[in-house]
């Protein structure tokens, strides 16, 4: 307790890591706000051009399309990934046989590399060979067969639904550790005053667990806006740019590209939109939270 | 308690100082590749090489490497590689960050010229005499491709036409074809007549979104536009959406239509598109010469593969660029320098030419064929077609990166009727003209 006391011991603690974390973290954030003024390919001298890259990102349809594909991957995830875990979480909570075992199964995506899981992914989504399309055959609903990572149209859904099948196991542990912690006596009461398994559920467990839930939506919210491993290996972005989103597309034009000045304009653009998003989503959960 | 508190305390900076100090001492004795530990007084050289695991003239220049390895003790050789597609953005980045290793694979042509520009390669106009008058292995012009502005900064390993049809002859006989199609038409006549016969005509794997552009428009466009039409392009003489490039789009867009690909070919890459191939899925596949390597390795003994150039106008041009060139740091001098010359010297050898002859890949160099090789009819078909042919730019190695992967990007869309070749020469050609500016 002496030891919090003094502010000067408590900063030797605290300033090794946060010099580590502003250089690695901080500064390359202001970095980046300079490059973007610049056109650079990363080895000749830097010209300053103001806000052309800023111009051109904005007009760029390629940019706005991979933006609109960030978004369906964040509603994917939170619309997705957080019911499914509560449910789940909510049905092993009880003692049913073999949760132990489910609770590994369904813990399993989250320990396995992003890249074993795109590459998996993949195999399973081929129109030739995948399991989906073979599956589909087997039971007599051909028709159904698609191209799923080939089409434009389906390769986004595609890589959502295995988004949420990658991190709904995080969610799961998360929920189900929470509601471990949901006191025994208020739910034997409310069995006492002839609740319904609904209602206990409905007015005791979520509402003592709906911090839980809310700082999940956020942690949902922050990791999709920053996916970028499972894209780049499943399908890199393509076909024709139908998966990109705003990561793997500043990753192309930065380093595949090497146009750095404008990679790091981007990466201002998703700097200023996750901001804004966190800080419009802690504004509305609050208010719920009241 | 006051006490404790102090000590706990002490005994926090303590272990916090000896973890500060044992990051910072060296980051423990990397072991030199042949596993050895060396003495101490030997020179170290970081080399870096891209990786095809697998493919036999990947495994020649290698064991030339160890080779070289083992017969110099004073210089300590540590072999870093890198898988091919991931090669290039890890040498760029480092390059930038300016941190590359003192020798290390390179690309000609626009790929060279960056790092030219950037100042990171140290030219070899020193030493190019040993292979021009010394041993006579190579000629002046065969170091055009990694030559920039008349300094040389590479030595060239191999040829690399990229474009060349494999076909399965028993399958074209089926079709009726007992000779591969020698005009356009009759080419298209053979993918209808295939998929007549329930065969998917043509294997392709794109999801890396190189091939269309490496293998096919390199080639393809070459025999609408004619040699100098990137250099056209760049002097702002030409455009991408001349009629004459445009039609070459709209030869990729017609066998899409046409169905010719396996419909998965943005999904699999270029691996899987000569397994699709050699497993019997397709009666071709379009790769550049190092398919070779991987069919000859990999094909089933009955499998009677023949080789062709594609028949598409009346050139016979195939897109070609010199290829494994081994680079040095510009930051080198002394004996690291030395050191570094000495492997150019060794590696690019006799030896080295010899053993990829032996595996198939066609070489600029003054060398026999060794007496002991043994060829596949399959390769001397090949080198024959080669011969046969005239060399095109590659559009890769001419094109600054940012216009090729545009490129790139609007031949994957024109695969799944994202756009039209109009609109795809369109979106090229804005991208072209932003980069003159």
Avoid at chain 1, 247 to 270: C, D, H, N, Q, W
Avoid at chain 2, 95 to 122: K, R, S
Avoid at chain 2, 248 to 270: C, G, R, Y
Avoid at chain 2, 407 to 412: A, D, H, K, T
Wanted: glycine share 6%; net charge negative; charged share 20%.
């Amino acid at each position: 307790m002496h030891l919090l006391k003094k502010p000067w011991i408590i900063a030797v603690g605290v300033i090794p890591a946060l010099t580590i974390y502003l250089i690695f973290s901080i500064l390359p954030i202001f970095i980046s706000f300079y490059y973007s003024f610049m056109s650079w390919n990363g080895f000749s001298e830097m010209q300053f051009i103001g806000l052309e890259n800023f111009k051109e990102v904005l007009q760029d349809s390629v940019f706005w399309l991979s933006v609109r594909n960030n978004i369906l991957v964040v509603l994917a995830s939170v619309f997705g990934q957080i019911p499914i875990a509560l449910g789940l979480a909510l049905l092993l909570n009880r003692k049913i046989k073999g949760a132990k075992f489910f609770r590994t199964i369904g813990f399993m995506p989250v320990v396995i590399s992003t890249v074993v899981i795109s590459i998996t992914w993949r195999m399973i989504y081929n129109s030739e060979y995948g399991m989906i399309n073979n599956f589909l055959d087997a039971i007599g609903l051909g028709f159904l067969q698609q191209n799923w990572l080939g089409d434009p149209t389906w390769a986004i859904i595609a890589v959502c639904i295995t988004i949420i099948w990658q991190f709904v196991g995080l969610y799961f542990i998360i929920f189900l550790s929470a509601l471990q912690t949901v006191p025994s006596e208020i739910l034997e009461a409310a069995d006492l005053d002839g609740a319904s398994e609904w209602q206990k559920t409905r007015y005791v467990v979520l509402p003592s667990i709906w911090n839980i839930i809310l700082i999940s939506v956020v942690l949902c919210i922050s990791g999709s806006l920053k996916t970028f491993d499972l894209i780049y290996v499943m399908t890199s972005g393509g076909p024709a740019n139908s998966t990109e989103v705003m990561a793997t597309y500043m990753y192309g034009k930065t380093f595949e590209g090497l146009r750095y000045g404008y990679g790091s304009a981007i990466s201002v653009l998703i700097f200023l939109f996750s901001i804004g998003l966190i800080l419009i989503t802690t504004k509305l959960l609050r208010r719920k939270e009241v | 308690m006051r006490k404790r508190s102090n000590n706990l305390f002490l005994g926090l900076v303590v272990l916090l100082v000896s973890v500060l100090v044992a990051c910072s001492s060296d980051n423990g004795e990397e072991t030199s590749s042949n596993g050895e530990s060396t003495n101490d007084d030997a020179v170290e050289l970081k080399f870096w090489k891209s990786e095809d695991v697998g493919r036999a003239d990947y495994q020649a220049f290698m064991d030339v490497v160890e080779k070289f390895d083992e017969e110099h003790p004073k210089i300590d050789l540590q072999v870093d590689t890198t898988p091919n597609a991931d090669y290039r953005t890890r040498l760029n980045t480092q390059a930038a960050g300016g941190q590359l290793p003192d020798v290390f694979q390179v690309w000609p042509g626009a790929e060279l010229e960056p790092l030219v520009d950037g100042g990171v390669l140290q030219p070899i106009n020193d030493i190019v005499s040993h292979w021009t008058e010394e041993t006579g292995l190579l000629d002046e012009e065969d170091f055009e491709d990694f030559s920039v502005e008349g300094d040389t900064y590479a030595v060239p390993a191999n040829t690399n036409p990229t474009n060349m049809v494999f076909y399965d002859k028993d399958m074209l006989a089926d079709a009726g074809y007992d000779e591969f199609p020698e005009t356009y038409d009759e080419f298209l006549q053979l993918i209808d007549d295939l998929k007549g016969n329930d065969i998917t005509p043509i294997a392709l794997g794109n999801s890396d979104a190189w091939v269309l552009q490496s293998v096919y428009i390199s080639t393809i466009a070459d025999r609408f536009t004619g040699n100098d039409f990137l250099e056209d392009v760049a002097n702002g003489e030409r455009a991408f959406t001349d009629s004459d490039f445009v039609q070459s789009l709209e030869v990729i867009d017609e066998l899409v239509k046409k169905e010719a690909f396996n419909e998965d070919l943005n999904t699999i890459d270029s691996t899987q598109m000569v397994d699709y191939f050699l497993q019997g899925r397709t009666a071709m596949v379009i790769d550049g010469n190092w398919g070779i390597s991987s069919i000859l390795e990999n094909k089933p003994e009955d499998k009677n593969i023949g080789v062709s150039m594609i028949p598409l106008n009346d050139k016979k041009t195939i897109s070609t660029v010199a290829g494994t060139g081994v680079a040095i740091n510009s930051e080198l001098e002394g004996e690291k320098l030395e050191a570094a010359h000495t492997f150019l010297q060794y590696v690019y050898d006799q030896e080295l030419w010899e053993e990829l002859i032996k595996v198939g890949r066609p070489i600029i160099a003054n060398v026999e064929v060794p007496d002991d090789a043994e060829l596949n009819p399959l390769t001397e078909e090949m080198l024959e077609v080669i011969a046969e042919s005239e060399p095109a730019p590659v559009y890769d190695a001419t094109l600054t990166p940012a216009v090729n992967d545009q490129l790139e990007n609007e031949l994957q869309s024109i695969t799944v009727g994202g756009s039209t070749p109009e609109e795809a020469a369109e979106n090229i050609q804005r991208v072209a003209e932003t980069e003159l500016e």
